[in-house]
């Protein structure tokens, strides 16, 4: 048996494409959609993150602003900026691109963020709202997660959903939307005890470690769903030889460019599972496609008006 493949970059598609009308309509009423992105310094990773997000609003019609300070910036200069951005009103989406240099009290920078701006759902006030299920903003990568799942037509309802990771941007909110969504969830760590063993428990199992291909099958149900939010970057050859000996494909793409992307699942899983995200092309275009989404919303709300239910499931 072979898993379904669940297409992240179709799916991520479709969403962009419901923002993009929905831009369209908000036009007709004189709103335009808003978000500024804060990047500081020259992060290679950064940067190319950044540039996908600012080619996303283009493609969907959101306007977006790139405020660019340089890598010495203080804490102090950092919140006069978010301050600034909090104030103008043709803003409707902060977003303060991690990491922030050293010298940076991020966690300050973070909660400066006005939590009606907050694109990135990171504000206590929205980690609070996502977990008395309130109306608010919720992070993009695990809100994408959801979007797959409900897309694919996977039941999420009294199943039993296993998180590997429990960080505040990945595997803490992914659990609470899966509670929100009435699975049964359990959160995994660094600490738990026979890991494979609670992960076989799971009909639908999210990997957020970061670990390059650390779920084997031997962690995985039959029939299981498998998202793999995981990015790594494989460089080693005989790293990659051992997990993708025989690909033809990922074998070219490696010697063009010298590495290659893979997640926390191995590959091999796929021999096991009843559905799987891959990687490239899987979480990761949700991403983008949530913050999208979550502009708009950030947009709505702040005006008053009610924002209907992303999936159509
Ligand atoms: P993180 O902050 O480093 O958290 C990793 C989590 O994995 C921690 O909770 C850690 O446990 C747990 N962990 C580490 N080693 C483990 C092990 N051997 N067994 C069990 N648990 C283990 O990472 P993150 O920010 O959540 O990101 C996770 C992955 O998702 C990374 O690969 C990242 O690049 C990727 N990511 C992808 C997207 C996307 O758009 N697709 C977005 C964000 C992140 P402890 O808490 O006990 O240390």
Redesign the pocket.
Known sequence: MSALILDGSKIGQEIRGEAAAEVKTMAAAGVRPGLAVVLVGHNPASEIYVRGKVKACEEVGIYSEKVTPPESVTTGELLGLVENLNRREEIDGILVQLPLPPQVDSKKVLLAVDPAKDVDGFHPMNVGFLSTQRPGLVP??PA?VIEILKRSGIPIAGKEAVV????????KPAAMLLLNANATVTV?????HD?PGVCRRADILV?????AG?ITPEFVKPGATVID????TLTDPAEFQRFFAGNAKREETFRKKGSTLI??VHPEVAEVAGAMTP?PG???????AMLMFNTIKAAKMRRGNSVPELSRA
């Open positions: 993009c990568t994408g590997v990771g429990r960080s505040d941007i990945v595997g995994c760590h660094s600490k738990t890991l990997a957020a470690i970061g670990r650390m939010v995981g990015m790594n997640g926390d990687v899987g979480v990761g275009p949700l991403t983008i």
